[in-house]
């Protein structure tokens, strides 16, 4: 059976509203969800009937194919070429077992897998090890504080962009203006605590600033919740180069000290982005120039 017949809905939890409930409730699909996003897979074209938000993205055959290969690769993620969504994926579809829809589509479904082996193995190998995350891992590392908890103060993107290099390492707290929103959020569950913004509680050794604080209001922060060690602070705050603490810190870093590093591998990156897709795009015209040689599928090849 030829793979044009997959059908795919995308929705992304960075939406402000929710996946369609139409969708949630038609048995025709499968649903596979990360952090990130909710991907919906069927090969009926009823679903063609449905409402879809504007928020919602459906893609058709080898597009669906396309997009499903990007995202493995990790092209779709915030830490661009990581490998986590990959093995998440793999996992769900060998759990899916003997389903109609896996029996059909599994043939395809390995295809696609050797494809994002090849694609990431030639041009994606390493990529997102120069990111904020990594680099903040990175100076924590060297600090030999293996029982370290971290502390961010700030709950937006790129505090959630960063978790996933620190959350295999060390435990995290996340202090905020919205403790209950956060909580209701993947990696506020994952916190060892979500703490409110004015709390009286000592901070941790190691402090993370990614939240539009004031100098000020900065320095009377630490100054009120530093109890017994000096803190060392990480701040990515855009005017956090113009910062002068007035406590005593074990260190500072300021945004720069991170910019810096990210803008020298910025070039290789968005090269190697460049060259995974045209990778990708050449795969897909293949795949068209052979659909139309062999117009029953793919069994053939």
Known sequence: MCMSDLIIIHHSFQSSSGVGKDILKEPAFLMWETCRRQIFFSEEQRVLDFDLTNTEEIYFGLDAEEFLIQVLCGLKSPLVGETEVFGQFKNWWQSLKDSDFKNKFDKQIQQIFAVVKKTREENLYGLGSQSYGSLLRKKITETKDSSAVIDFIGAGQLVEEMIPWIEKKWAYRIWCRDAGKVKETIYGSAASAILDLNADA???????????????????????????????????????????????LASYSHLDDFTTDVANQQESIQSNIKKANSSIADWKAQAEKRAHVRPFGWDDL
Do not use: G, M, W
Request: aromatic content about 8%; glycine content about 0%.
């Open 202 to 248: 000592p901070v941790a050794k190691h402090l993370v600033v990614a939240a539009p604080l004031s100098h000020d209001e900065l320095n009377i922060f630490i100054k009120v919740r530093q109890k017994e060690s000096p803190v060392s602070v990480y701040d990515f705050r855009k005017d956090s180069v113009t910062y002068v603490h007035k406590n005593n």
